[in-house]
């Protein structure tokens, strides 16, 4: 066989492998949408710019979104997919020093950032955790809050992840989603492209993964994204 076709069957077996869930088969929902995020060379100065910017609403409301997780000292939150971290830092000072949050990404070269700031800023409760695509990777019954802001439709398994969220949080346990409006024929291109679904979707695979829906919250100025408070239910399809 050419050395040329054998290169190519073997990129078509690596990427038909990289489009299901290692620990399930998951098919992935939207293959590619995670390229930026995977490069191991990612600059997190460019994201920097992209995330921490007035003009992201999520940034500008940042401390509205923190009272609408209602923190208390010595929660163990989990920032899933913090990318540079605006949260994380958020989350250790409302913890406390008795609490702790966990950052937790696909990408070594944001939760190196976030390990820097961290020491910069004398913040000790942080703990970064490079995740795999289809788990967040912390161990069972370890959290009271998982944080999921701007991640949700970058969920390439969000079947398996969601199975691994649900292991990971203590009894009682909550999410709280945050995640662009999309409504066909409102929405922009942009959002309609880049977002797989809406929020009634993203609901139901959520519930279905054992969580209730406790409160859909309002944020004050967040106007583009929506805000839903999910509870860990005592068994699945409660
Ligand atoms: C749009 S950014 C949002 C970052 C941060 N939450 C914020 O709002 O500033 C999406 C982040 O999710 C991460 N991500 C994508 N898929 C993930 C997964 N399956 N598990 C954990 N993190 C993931 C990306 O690497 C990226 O940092």
Redesign the pocket.
């Known amino acids: 066989m050419k050395k040329s076709l054998l290169l190519g069957l073997l990129v078509c077996a690596l990427q038909a492998v990289a489009q299901e869930a290692p620990s399930t088969g998951e098919k992935s929902v939207k293959p590619g949408i ?1 390229t930026r ?1 995977l490069d191991p060379t990612l600059k997190v100065d460019d994201w920097l710019k992209r ?1 921490e910017v007035e003009s992201r609403e ?1 940034f500008h409301n940042r401390e509205h979104i923190l009272n609408a997780c209602e923190i208390q000292p010595g929660m163990v939150v989990a920032d ?5 971290g ?2 994380t830092r958020l989350f250790s000072q409302a913890v406390g020093e008795k609490g702790w949050v966990h950052a ?4 070594a070269r ?1 939760l190196e950032h976030i390990q820097a700031r961290a020491a910069q800023e004398k913040q000790k409760n942080i703990t970064t955790v490079l ?1 795999p ?1 289809d788990s ?1 990777s912390l161990p069972p019954e370890s959290i009271d809050l998982a944080f999921i ?3 949700y439709h ?3 398994f969000p079947r398996t ?1 969601l199975e691994s969220l649900h292991r990971a949080l203590k009894p009682g346990g909550r999410i709280i989603m945050i995640d662009f409006i999309r409504i066909e024929g409102v929405s922009s291109d942009w959002t309609l492209g880049h977002v797989r679904a809406g929020e009634e979707v993203f609901r139901q695979e959520v519930e279905e993964a054992g969580f209730r829906l406790d409160a859909k919250l309002k944020v004050p100025g967040l106007k583009d994204n929506y805000c839903l408070r999910f509870v860990k239910a005592e068994e699945k399809g409660n």
């Open positions: 995670n995020y995330f999520v899933i997919g913090a990318g540079t605006l949260f937790v990404d696909i990408n944001f995740c695509q967040v802001c701007d991640v970058h969920f390439e992840t």
